[in-house]
């Protein structure tokens, strides 16, 4: 008998907003959903792969809220990925019934966990070392749980996963021939690729990452095994991988936001990608205005992630968020004059660890404030 797990918390604050609100109402700093552009994001990416015959993951690590992963499956996605036990746990919890742990788990205390997981939902996870495939094994046995496993291969982002070749297939052949383990298929996750501002230059890494895991499918497959999923891709690639006839799903996450580094990616053509809208913004209240060519807003270091550049500002033109520090940030302001206590959307410059800094997503229409939901996910990251 093993010791259940504790609650999660409950939330302590209330939300910032209320239904039915003016969005000018809301209390800042607030992460803002705008639910048109969100919705028009799910339909897009479910049309740019309807021809296509492969599955959509979405990564859930982008939201990490269950409200969206259900307008996800509602919208044709298969299950998500998130990449913690605890992170899985936030959505098994609240009902996810497929989920994808894109990631290796190691440690006694986090492999519990997924065995408990695994016998609430179909569960699948990543392996790239032999000893892991040994401690996963014996987590499964002593729940009397199994789980899908995935064999990691490295396709090029020099991350996690086994180098292509031969080692693929003796990882596979372990997972096979554990009692508590199903071998599932290859992850091959071009990470790096995502941010690759030219469309050639993605393309072109997509195409190394699929001959990589070509190699390893007809390798399996010789051995008498085989890959049933290759899942990999984010938003930046997705349909190099859904058209590349090597991957059967793809992980694609952050379409359903965009964020300000996602926007200087290019398409085809050399123009901005733009496939989505930017729907994901950060709510925030002019809190001082020491200049007429400078004013400073209550959103800082502590509100959004600066890991891939200032947020833009969405409201203002010319106005440029110049300089950051834990409770505030400093615009420079070439344009329109902005007023004490005016409200200001920004664009984050990276959606993901923008979202994990808040509880709630104030989700809007027009003027409004249409609904109010909880991150249940934000902080699960162990």
Same mark, same amino acid.
């Given at each position: 008998?093993?010791?259940?797990?504790?609650?999660?918390?409950?939330?302590?604050?209330?939300?910032?907003?209320?239904?039915?609100?003016?969005?000018?109402?809301?209390?800042?700093?607030?992460?803002?959903?705008?639910?048109?552009?969100?919705?028009?994001?799910?339909?897009?990416?479910?049309?740019?792969?309807?021809?296509?015959?492969?599955?959509?993951?979405?990564?859930?690590?982008?939201?990490?809220?269950?409200?969206?992963?259900?307008?996800?499956?509602?919208?044709?996605?298969?299950?998500?990925?998130?990449?913690?036990?605890?992170?899985?746990?936030?959505?098994?919890?609240?009902?996810?019934?497929?989920?994808?742990?894109?990631?290796?788990? !190691?440690?006694? =205390?986090?492999? +519990? #966990?997924? %065995?408990?997981?695994?016998?609430?939902?179909? *569960?699948?996870? &990543? @392996? /790239?070392?032999?000893?892991?495939?040994?401690?996963?094994?014996?987590?499964?046995?002593?729940?009397?749980?199994?789980?899908?496993?995935?064999?990691?291969?490295?396709?090029?982002?020099?991350?996690?996963?086994?180098?292509?070749?031969?080692?693929?297939?003796?990882?596979?052949?372990?997972?096979?021939?554990?009692?508590?383990?199903?071998?599932?298929?290859?992850?091959?996750?071009?990470?790096?690729?995502?941010? !690759?501002?030219? =469309?050639?230059? +993605? #393309?072109? %890494?997509?195409?190394?990452?699929?001959?990589? *895991?070509?190699? &390893? @499918? /007809?390798?399996?497959?010789?051995?008498?095994?085989?890959?049933?999923?290759?899942?990999?891709?984010?938003?930046?690639?997705?349909?190099?991988?859904?058209?590349?006839?090597?991957?059967?799903?793809?992980?694609?996450?952050?379409?359903?936001?965009?964020?300000?580094?996602?926007?200087?990616?290019?398409?085809?053509?050399?123009?901005?990608?733009?496939?989505?809208?930017?729907?994901?913004?950060?709510?925030?209240? !002019?809190?001082?205005?020491?200049?007429? #060519?400078? %004013?400073?807003?209550?959103?800082?270091?502590?509100?959004?992630?600066?890991?891939?550049?200032?947020?833009?500002?969405?409201?203002?033109?010319?106005?440029?968020?110049?300089?950051?520090?834990?409770?505030?940030?400093?615009?420079?302001?070439?344009?329109?004059?902005?007023?004490?206590?005016?409200?200001?959307?920004?664009?984050?410059?990276?959606?993901?660890?923008?979202?994990?800094?808040?509880?709630?997503?104030?989700?809007?229409?027009?003027?409004?404030?249409?609904?109010?939901?909880?991150?249940?996910?934000?902080?699960?990251?162990?």
């Amino acid at each position: 008998m093993t010791d259940p797990l504790p609650p999660r918390p409950s939330f302590a604050l209330a939300p910032p907003a209320r239904v039915g609100m003016a969005v000018a109402d809301v209390d800042t700093p607030a992460l803002l959903l705008d639910l048109d552009a969100f919705e028009a994001n799910l339909a897009a990416m479910t049309a740019s792969l309807a021809d296509t015959g492969i599955r959509l993951r979405p990564h859930a690590k982008s939201h990490k809220c269950p409200e969206i992963a259900r307008r996800q499956i509602a919208a044709g996605a298969v299950g998500i990925c998130c990449q913690k036990a605890s992170e899985a746990e936030a959505f098994i919890q609240a009902g996810i019934g497929d989920v994808l742990v894109a990631n290796e788990v !190691v440690g006694d =205390a986090k492999l +519990r #966990r997924l %065995a408990r997981l695994a016998g609430q939902a179909t *569960l699948s996870v &990543c @392996v /790239d070392h032999a000893d892991a495939v040994r401690d996963l094994e014996a987590a499964m046995a002593r729940e009397g749980a199994r789980v899908d496993v995935l064999v990691e291969v490295d396709v090029g982002a020099s991350r996690c996963g086994v180098e292509a070749g031969p080692a693929v297939v003796t990882l596979a052949r372990l997972v096979a021939d554990a009692p508590h383990l199903r071998f599932a298929g290859l992850q091959g996750y071009q990470g790096s690729a995502q941010h !690759v501002r030219s =469309a050639g230059g +993605r #393309r072109d %890494a997509i195409a190394t990452a699929g001959r990589l *895991l070509r190699e &390893c @499918v /007809d390798l399996l497959r010789s051995a008498g095994l085989d890959p049933r999923v290759v899942t990999g891709g984010g938003t930046g690639t997705y349909l190099n991988e859904a058209t590349s006839g090597v991957y059967t799903e793809v992980q694609a996450g952050s379409y359903i936001f965009m964020d300000a580094d996602y926007a200087r990616n290019l398409d085809a053509a050399g123009k901005p990608f733009a496939a989505f809208r930017q729907s994901l913004f950060v709510l925030s209240t !002019v809190m001082s205005r020491p200049t007429d #060519r400078r %004013a400073v807003v209550d959103v800082g270091l502590k509100a959004h992630s600066v890991d891939s550049g200032m947020p833009l500002v969405a409201d203002v033109a010319g106005a440029t968020y110049v300089n950051v520090s834990d409770e505030h940030g400093v615009l420079d302001l070439a344009g329109d004059r902005v007023s004490l206590g005016q409200k200001l959307r920004l664009i984050p410059g990276h959606c993901d660890p923008t979202v994990n800094l808040y509880d709630w997503l104030v989700c809007y229409r027009g003027e409004r404030v249409e609904d109010v939901w909880p991150i249940a996910a934000r902080g699960a990251f162990y």
